[in-house]
T-cell receptor
Framework: EAQVTQNPRYLITVTGKKLTVTCSQN?????MSWYRQDPGLGLRQIYY???????DKGDVPEGYKVSRKEKRNFPLILESPSPNQTSLYFC?????????????FGPGTRLTVT | GESVGLHLPTLSVQEGDNSIINCAYS??????FIWYKQESGKGPQFIID?????DKRQGQRVTVLLNKTVKHLSLQIAATQPGDSAVYFC?????????FGGGTRLMVKP
């Protein structure tokens, strides 16, 4: 089944404790992206990747890191999480370079930073 | 990216009626537009897209209209069903980035 998977689905952590949210897609997609969703704010793009070893900042990259060492994986790293990073996070992918194609979204990761 | 609306309006329709959800986008250079549907507890799901060289595109029970002159996008859902209840987002590209509108909640009354 073609899908985007994220792990963990739920995470509660404390301020300053490094964490990684994994994202994997099995569709051989080139474009991958991370979003955060906050009440009343819709989805905002954090980082995106056009292909392996190519990543770029989105609208809200501060406090986040990403890497794209393999085509299928695009982990989101919070080196020192803070309470304002409490949010619902979505990973997405699309088959072609660039954002101008249908994106497939993962199920989301709900992160709480205390 | 350019700013998007923070307001989440709600549209309530009777089952079987047609629904129209509107969106004002802010980037005049955008050339690709998408409507996503998000049900509670799930990730956004693609509904339909349209490129800037078109002003109308139809899918199954859905139609997207694009008016680039006034930067307006609309989604029409025919014969709305309870399963259509969700939050709908219009999305537009800015180069290789995507910007999401604030969303509209559609509630379908049986």
């Amino acid at each position: 089944e073609a899908q985007v998977t994220q792990n963990p689905r739920y995470l509660i952590t404390v301020t300053g404790k490094k964490l990684t949210v994994t994202c994997s897609q099995n569709m051989n997609h080139e474009y991958m992206s991370w979003y955060r969703q906050d009440p009343g704010l819709g989805l905002r793009q954090i980082y995106y990747s056009m292909n392996v070893e190519v990543t770029d900042k989105g609208d809200v990259p501060e406090g986040y890191k990403v890497s794209r060492k393999e085509k299928r994986n695009f982990p989101l790293i919070l080196e020192s999480p803070s309470p304002n990073q409490t949010s619902l996070y979505f990973c997405a992918s699309s088959f072609s370079q660039g954002a101008a194609y249908e994106q497939y979204f993962g199920p989301g990761t709900r992160l709480t930073v205390t | 990216g350019e700013s998007v609306g923070l307001h989440l309006p709600t549209l309530s329709v009777q089952e079987g009626d047609n629904s129209i959800i509107n969106c004002a986008y802010s980037n005049s250079a955008s050339d690709y537009f998408i409507w996503y549907k998000q049900e509670s507890g799930k990730g956004p799901q693609f509904i339909i897209d349209i490129r800037s060289n078109m002003d109308k595109r139809q899918g199954q029970r859905v139609t997207v209209l694009l008016n680039k002159t006034v930067k307006h996008l609309s989604l029409q859902i025919a014969a709305t069903q309870p399963g259509d209840s969700a939050v709908y987002f219009c999305v537009w590209n800015a180069g290789n980035m995507l910007t999401f509108g604030g969303g509209t909640r559609l509630m379908v009354k049986p």
